[in-house]
């Protein structure tokens, strides 16, 4: 269920059907396209989903749901729904991260330039993208639907071209 994610597009919206961790649910939330054209300039548009879980088990122990949390949505410029990561509250905390995770960082402002004079790829741009602080490089790999071998090459080479730091979560 980790990937499931539908995109049902109409002419001014998008319905965004996701798997959310935490209610353990598929949710749907609508999105205005052109909120997403507006804000899509730096490759990805991240849509910050406040809610709780509709369908609370309050009998189920295990359940804690009905806490306020955050679904994070990523839309990429085909206005596709590519991840989604979820967490309690309105920030993702670090200990959202497992311990020992190495977490791409953009050391500079990364702006369209560098992608029109060629300086990456739109790969590379989606990916640092994502190199926010908040996803560690299975995250990233995740998102971008790359392979854990691929996507180790591409973070090697953003960080030689000096555009990430690596941190490894204590
Ligand atoms: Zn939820």
Not at 28 to 42: C, H, M, W, Y
Not at 87 to 103: A, H, L, Q, V, Y
């Amino acid at each position: 269920m980790k990937n499931f994610n539908i995109t049902k597009k109409y002419f001014k919206e998008i319905y965004a059907f996701f798997w959310c961790e935490i209610c353990q649910e598929i949710l749907s939330v609508s999105i205005d396209r052109n909120t997403i054209e507006e804000k899509l300039d730096t490759g990805l548009y991240m849509h910050s989903y406040y809610h709780t879980n509709p369908l609370y088990d309050s009998e189920d122990p295990e359940d804690h749901s009905n806490n306020p949390h955050t679904s994070l949505i990523y839309i990429d410029n085909n206005h596709e729904v590519r991840g989604v990561r979820s967490f309690f509250g309105t920030e993702m905390s670090s200990d959202e991260m497992k311990k020992g995770s190495r977490i791409p960082i953009v050391i500079k402002e990364i702006s369209m330039m560098v992608l029109q004079l060629g300086m990456v790829s739109q790969e590379e741009f989606n990916i640092l993208k994502l190199c926010d602080g908040n996803n560690s490089i299975e995250n990233v790999a995740e998102i971008e639907k790359i392979k854990q071998t691929e996507i180790e090459k591409i973070i090697l080479k953003l960080r030689k071209k000096r555009l990430i730091n690596i941190i490894t979560r204590a």
